[in-house]
């Protein structure tokens, strides 16, 4: 049961962080709810690592962070995402 609920809380998390980074990045993003909670997920492990970065450099962890380090990384990872999809686009 415990697996189960953090499982849930990190599909939330990844969710709220997801949209939030959606609404701070300019443009428009086509991607649907499904990328969205990925993205925050991912955002979150990002989050993490660059948390640890900055404030423990000595100690390297692979996991994911909080709901203000999640929102960061997915903002860093849907950044990345928009400039790299938007170089693919051909606009006539």
């Known amino acids: 049961m415990d697996v189960l609920w953090n499982i849930i ?5 990844g969710a709220i ?3 939030i980074a959606r609404a701070v990045i300019p443009g428009k993003q ?3 709810i499904g990328l ?6 991912v955002g979150s492990v990002v989050g993490n690592l660059l948390g640890s970065l900055i404030f423990e450099p000595h100690r390297f ?3 994911t962070s909080g709901i ?3 929102i960061i990384g997915a ?14 686009r051909i606009t006539r």
């Open 75 to 88: 903002i860093v990872v849907l950044g990345i995402y928009v400039m790299a999809t938007n170089k693919r």
């Open 30 to 32: 086509d991607i649907g």
């Open 36 to 41: 969205t909670i990925v993205l925050g997920i």
């Open 68 to 70: 203000i380090g999640s």
């Open 9 to 13: 809380v990190l599909i939330i998390i």
């Open 17 to 19: 962080a997801g949209f």
């Open 61 to 63: 962890e692979l996991g």
